[in-house]
């Protein structure tokens, strides 16, 4: 009986980075090697079959010559039956259907591949695609690797197509590939080759348009676009905001924000169906222009508001309210986003919707907390998140009502564990893989103290069962960290944690989390020998150089005692300086101790702040750079360095929360360079804290100290994660090469160049030439050759080039009257992965000029696109008196007053409507 071979084919389940093709140093395949795996074709054993049928089909299109020689020479009708399927899968398809636009998750498909059958029949056209499709159908794709099955379950997750025709199709395909893969210079290199007019339907002009506009030919884009004067208009009219166009279904990647901003801002500005805002939505806030966006929702409130509930509704007007308020917490400037909730809840009371109050983007109990009043904040948000959290959340629709936010209420609910409303709560929300569940964790954690610390240790044991898959390792590691700080840990829990990871799903890290889960079981124990070796398989996980300082402690303290008892197995040991008997402790009491074990003399430290506690949320508690033997202290919200010799701290910064694991792991062996830093950024007067400090009376550690300077961001660039920024608000950058142990400052790079300011930049890495280059059709990157990396920085000062092998800096003159401009990434949006251009621009305020620069030569060129958007670090690099100020000077532009009295006025305004209409 013959068999369907159609098992043969690998289910599409990875994403691209995993799949791989043969190397270009692969052997090519032998006709020994073909005839073996023809003659296995037969074997008696079906997995025997089954294999060499697969490897035949990844052996690629270069067999197909010799199968056909054998075909007719097989008599075995399983083998000729095998045979046939895979010539019919290896030979390119005449007539077939090419994906343009797909999500991988939902479909199983990426652009660029090219569906033959529907079913195991072969399909030959996009109608004939569109008429067989039925739930469940199971689509056959050509691929480099060979051919793919996959499962399309519902007919909505059909990708956008076009049809495929020989010859043409396959130069098509590979171009939407290459495309698709960050080779928009390439792709359009293989448009333009082809030969004689390619139907629209198998080119669709589109296509053509967004691959020419972003390979850098914006001219024949804007040619293109000219014969589709509807191709930005949305699909649904109903929602003109979020609506893709027909030219972000076009292609892999959506329409580029330039093109859509001139659309909008030219061609509809008088159509009445038009929404003024649209474009705001559309393309500021998606572009990442938060202060721009703020600018025109804040113009449209500020110029209709006295019309509230005559011309501009009650909804309208909640609605712009509630995008400034949106856009006032991107810029993070707090105290103003919390002041405009209640107003915005003002209207939205008096909606069909109607909420309690607003929760969307942040919550106002933060304004009570930070003033003292704990309580207040907590009576005032609790039955509102509790309705929002109540399982299953609120529908997709509600966006009013988001139960990410909702979720802080843990943070003001565990400031108060003997409330009944606590463990009411964790009723709510404890449920199995509920979505909610780990941001609740999350803040539950971040309120732990003293006070409460038990109760959180109880309450994540019941929680842990029930967190996500892909949360698995954090809170694993968040358990046994609750378990390791009690005065009388249980080895048993923590070992019950790391078991609990056996069956959680692979990420990259697991082996590592597992290993210090593990090592901190050993400790808890006191076997030091142990859980060093543990500590051997954790890699650069935070913690672990001091978890291995706490164990050399150990093995130390077991030959010479301490003579108090409470110094013997302290949580955590770091030696004070580079060699000798000094040691930083922190005692199970959770108290940090200065002991010298050759003389046994100890002096305590006061704790870093009121309610500092060694919490899971700033792992790993100390740090040290091991060059200069320098210590400091994690809080929640700091950075906080501990001097042996000195009365106080000397370097004191503001981080981020999430931002610890990264300063532990790439900063920490740079501290010395960072804190150097520290005294070039300026305090500027006016409110540098997120908070007003009219607003922060209390619970300080909670937020960024403003008479403090702040780390602004750290981050890996991309595809070369040896090289970390560092940022400071308002201050000098690092640059730091982590394997190589180099690191160059912003002072650095203005000493160089003889500039009279620090320069603030962004960083991209860009392999040597010819390193990064496709190594097949689709396009995917090849291994990266040894050498260094070209590391350039679009900064105040105009290009810089790093030569970081040399640390050498040069200065890169652009085209045009202004040599050096200040310059951001460009982003259409897309990603780029030819290591052989770098993009800049301008920034949009000052015309978002294009330029592109060959790595090869360093020569320059102006394009004629136009970059309408900002990288999300942008504000981070500015100090928050600096973006206040900014933003003041945009709302005076269109004749709105400062952003402090906008929202004072605002609240005023609505608090009176309040009262005289009360419904």
């Known amino acids: ?508 890290g697991k082996q590592e989390t597992v290993a210090l889960i593990t090592a901190l079981e050993h400790l808890a124990k006191g076997a030091a020998d142990e859980a060093g070796k543990a500590l051997g398989a954790a890699g650069a996980q935070p913690g672990v150089p001091v978890l291995r300082s706490t164990a050399e402690y150990l093995a130390a303290s077991a030959a010479t005692p301490p003579r108090d008892e409470g110094l013997q197995r302290p949580l955590m040991a770091v030696r004070t300086g580079r060699s000798g008997a000094k040691w930083l402790l922190l005692t199970r009491a959770r108290q940090f101790v200065w002991c010298d074990l050759a003389s046994g003399e100890s002096a305590a430290i006061p704790a870093p702040s009121p309610n500092w506690f060694p919490g899971p949320l700033n792992w790993p508690w100390i740090g040290k750079e091991e060059s200069s033997g320098r210590l400091w202290v994690y809080g929640l919200r700091r950075v906080i360095e501990l001097r042996p010799d000195a009365d106080g701290p000397e370097f004191r910064a503001n981080i981020r929360t999430e931002d610890i694991p990264a300063f532990d792991r790439y900063v920490r062996p740079n501290f010395t360079a960072l804190a150097d830093l520290a005294g070039d950024v300026q305090q500027e007067g006016g409110e540098a804290g997120e908070l007003w400090r009219d607003d922060l009376l209390a619970g300080r550690e909670y937020f960024a100290d403003p008479e403090l300077p702040e780390i602004g961001f750290i981050r890996v660039l991309p595809r070369e994660e040896r090289m970390v920024q560092v940022a400071f608000r308002g201050g000098p950058h690092l640059l730091i090469d982590t394997a190589n142990e180099r690191c160059w400052s912003s002072r650095w790079i203005a000493e160089q160049l003889g500039l009279a300011t620090a320069p603030r930049f962004f960083a991209q890495a860009v392999g040597p030439l010819g390193v990064e280059t496709p190594n097949s059709e689709d396009g995917r990157a090849g291994g990266a050759a040894p050498g260094e990396t070209n590391l350039y920085l679009f900064s105040e000062a105009g290009l810089l080039r790093l030569d970081s092998a040399k640390g050498v800096i040069h200065r890169i003159e652009l085209p045009g009257p202004e040599p050096y401009p200040a310059l951001v990434p460009e982003s259409c949006p897309y990603e780029r992965r030819d290591s052989c251009w770098v993009y800049c621009a301008r920034l949009p305020e000052e015309g978002g000029q294009v330029y592109r620069l060959s790595v090869g030569d360093d020569r320059a060129e102006l394009l004629g696109m136009v970059n309408e958007a900002l990288p999300r670090e942008y504000y981070w690099m500015q100090s928050r008196a600096e973006l206040r100020r900014k933003v003041n000077d945009l709302l005076a532009q269109v004749g709105v007053p400062s952003l402090r009295e906008f929202v004072e006025e605002t609240k005023q305004l609505l608090a009176k409507y309040a009262e005289v209409n009360n419904p």
């Not at 690998?10 to 791989?20: D, E």
């Not at 569940?437 to 103290?449: D, E, P």
């Open 1 to 508: 009986m013959l068999e369907s071979a159609a098992f043969a084919l690998q289910p599409a389940t990875a994403p691209v980075a995993a799949r791989c093709d043969r190397g270009e140093g692969a052997k090519a395949p032998s006709a020994n090697d073909v005839s073996e795996l023809v003659g296995r074709l037969g074997d008696p054993n079906y997995r025997v079959r089954e294999d060499a049928t697969r490897e035949l089909l990844l052996l690629g299109p270069e067999i197909v010559a010799a199968l056909e020689t054998r075909l007719p020479q097989e008599t075995d009708p399983e083998v000729r039956f095998r045979l046939r399927f895979v010539l019919e899968n290896l030979r390119p398809p005449q007539n077939a259907v090419l994906v343009l636009r797909s999500d991988y998750y939902s479909s199983g498909l990426y652009a660029g591949d090219v569906i033959t059958h529907v079913n195991n029949l072969r399909v030959h056209s996009r109608a004939e695609l569109l008429r067989r499709l039925r739930p469940g159908a199971m689509l056959r794709v050509r691929r480099a690797e060979g051919p793919f099955e996959t499962l399309l379950r519902n007919r909505s997750d059909l990708p956008v197509v076009c049809d495929y025709r020989a010859p043409a199709g396959e130069t098509i395909a590979s171009a939407v590939r290459l495309y698709a893969y960050g080779y928009a210079e390439q792709a359009y290199e293989l448009l333009r080759e082809l030969k004689g007019e390619v139907p629209e339907s198998e080119l669709p002009a589109l296509l053509h348009a967004l691959v020419a506009y972003t390979a850098g030919d914006a001219q024949s884009a804007f040619d293109i676009l000219a014969e589709h004067p509807d191709a930005c208009l949305p699909v649904s009219l109903v929602n003109l905001s979020s609506s893709l166009s027909a030219l972000d279904l076009a292609g892999p990647v959506g329409a580029p924000y330039h093109v859509e901003w001139r659309w909008w801002t030219e061609r509809l500005l008088g159509d009445a169906w038009a929404e003024h805002d649209t474009p705001i939505h559309r393309v500021l806030i998606p572009a990442g222009r938060y202060a721009d966006a703020l600018q025109g929702v804040a113009k449209s409130w500020w110029d209709s508001r006295l019309q509230l509930g005559k011309t501009l509704s009650e909804g309208d007007g909640g609605n712009v309210l509630a995008v400034c308020a949106w856009m006032v917490s991107e810029l993070d400037l707090v105290s103003e986003a919390l002041r405009l909730i209640e107003p915005r809840s003002i209207l939205l009371r008096r909606t069909p919707q109607g909420a309690r109050k607003w929760i969307r983007v942040r919550t106002d109990a933060w304004l009570p907390f930070a003033r003292g009043d704990a309580q207040a904040a907590l009576d005032g948000f609790y039955e509102d998140a509790r309705a929002i959290l109540q399982p299953p959340g609120p529908p997709p629709e509600r966006i009013i009502e988001n139960p990410q936010v909702a979720a802080q209420v843990a943070f003001f609910l565990y400031q108060f564990p003997r409330d009944e409303r606590v463990s009411d709560m964790l009723a709510v929300v404890n449920q199995p893989d509920y979505a909610p569940l780990a941001s609740y964790a999350h803040w539950m954690l971040y309120a732990v103290r003293p006070e409460n610390f038990e109760l959180a240790r109880e309450h994540m044991l019941a929680i842990l069962p029930n967190t996500p898959e892909r949360e698995a390792g954090k809170f694993a590691l968040a358990m046994a960290l609750l378990e390791y700080v009690r005065q009388r840990p249980d080895p048993e829990v923590i070992a019950a944690a790391r078991a609990g990871l056996a069956d959680a799903p692979p990420w990259s």
